[in-house]
């Protein structure tokens, strides 16, 4: 019998080879699946590698899977769309052409009318949320109707989500995305919010590149160059502006940046919701300082209570617990699957940690986020004496700013390793020409490890 492989399918082979302790119920839990569906999901993945022995045990299947490089691009060909799937198409089809065809649709689903007017209804409770009404436009198709805030916020809410689940996604939808964007546009757009985002310190959370990402596409100035956009403002309306957010140090650097990149095309109407989506991405939008600091001493007691660790500094703590609070009173009903957590090497003790951590504070926050928390547990590790290394290039990724002079710390004095400096992959070259480098080093999983063999892969925390 044929097996429709799906989202489900991609998500949990990708997360059978994280942890070797209990496996089955830290998948079951994360996904919050049952165990026996988890299992049988297991159970069909394994039949892609060996359709003929289903007598294995679990755990032997989970030990085949891992050891087949192949297995995940071959899920990836033969994945078909999930009913949730096509509700998020059908929401990302409307927000973005404000019209869909049913008829089309379903052609190109190979569903029935049917099938799609079951999807309608949940695509019509998703988007009511936001105040959106989804209204038949003629016999064959349907249209999107609400004022143009509402319409842009779902806009937004259902692009991030899209981003952060783009590589779990049918290959549909991402293509369908990617050819309406110019490559070349989204190419600079990335690179900018990359230079943004590390220079001026909005890092500190996994998936803040996705969600300004979103933002831009949504309320930037894509078509009409008559509108005003912040590009426009001069350096003492920035300043009045900007001041809260941006270093002092760094805000006349910022605004030369913004008069040359994407971001600074962001419309001037939209330059308030633009501000507090920086806050949010800081963890500083609307602190409320009592209910702050009651929800900042449960976390310390929960880490506490969880790892036998004792936190002091609450700097990075309390945007912590200020972030995962608003993104679960916002967001709640939109459900969100980050698993960019699996880029990061970390030993297996500290994932069991981790992952204790993070079941334990989604009790409360429920959309918390696996990366940030790991961002949590490292940043509680802090060292105060130095000792001189040798020197050193760490290549990353998707590590935040904010925790590099915790890592560089710990490497001086566990590793002997003097940092020169955290670059990114494409800057690799240039370093390596310019410095005085003899070791180079990377915490993450990157698509350059194969380019460049000698980069040693190390594990975080640094112990």
Request: proline share 2%; hydrophobic share 40%.
């Amino acid at each position: 019998m044929k097996i429709n492989i799906n989202t489900t399918h991609i998500r949990i082979c990708k997360l059978l080879g994280y942890t070797t302790y209990k496996t089955t119920d830290f998948i079951a839990e994360f996904l919050k699946m049952n165990k026996q569906n988890v299992n049988l999901y297991i159970k069909q993945i394994y039949s892609f590698i060996n359709s003929e022995d289903s007598k294995l045990s679990i755990q032997s299947m989970i030990d085949c899977i891992n050891k087949d490089k192949n297995i995940l691009s071959l899920l990836k060909k033969e994945q078909c769309f999930t009913k949730e799937n096509r509700v998020l198409y059908l929401i990302l089809i409307l927000l973005r052409d404000r019209y869909a065809n049913l008829n089309n649709l379903a052609n190109l689903l190979q569903i029935s009318r049917r099938v799609i007017g079951c999807d309608l209804i949940l695509v019509k409770e998703a988007l009511a949320i936001y105040n959106v009404e989804v209204n038949s436009s003629n016999a064959k198709g349907i249209s999107v109707s609400g004022s143009e805030k509402n319409l842009k916020l779902a806009s937004l809410s259902y692009l991030y989500k899209l981003f952060v689940e783009f590589d779990d996604l049918p290959s549909l939808i991402t293509k369908d995305y990617l050819e309406f964007f110019d490559e070349k546009f989204h190419q600079k757009l990335d690179k900018d919010i990359d230079t943004f985002i590390i220079e001026y310190s909005f890092d500190h959370f996994s998936q803040n590149k996705d969600l300004l990402k979103a933002f831009f596409i949504i309320y930037g100035n894509l078509a009409d160059s008559e509108k005003p956009t912040i590009d426009s403002l001069s350096f003492e309306e920035f300043k009045v502006h900007f001041g809260e957010i941006i270093a002092t140090s760094k805000l006349k650097s910022c605004y030369n940046f913004l008069k040359i990149s994407f971001i600074g095309k962001i419309l001037l109407k939209n330059l308030n919701i633009f501000l507090d989506t920086l806050k949010f991405c800081d963890g500083i939008l609307y602190p409320e300082h009592e209910i702050l600091l009651k929800e900042v001493n449960k976390v310390k007691a929960m880490v506490f209570k969880n790892l036998s660790l004792t936190i002091t500094k609450t700097n990075f703590l309390e945007k912590f617990v200020n972030k995962v609070r608003l993104a679960h009173q916002k967001s709640i009903l939109l459900k969100v699957c980050d698993l960019e957590f699996l880029q990061f090497n970390l030993p297996e003790k500290d994932k069991l940690s981790c992952i204790q951590l993070f079941f334990t504070l989604r009790k409360i926050y429920q959309n918390i986020q696996f990366s940030n928390v790991i961002f949590l547990y490292i940043w509680s590790f802090h060292e105060e004496s130095l000792s001189s290394v040798k020197n050193t290039l760490v290549v990353f990724d998707r590590i935040p700013t904010f925790l590099f002079p915790i890592i560089k710390n710990r490497l001086l004095l566990k590793e002997n390793m003097n940092i020169l400096d955290f670059i990114k992959p494409y800057e690799l070259e240039t370093h390596l020409s310019n410095s005085d480098v003899n070791c180079v080093i990377t915490f993450e999983k990157l698509y350059s490890d194969s380019k460049y063999p000698f980069i040693k892969i190390c594990k975080l925390p640094v112990s």
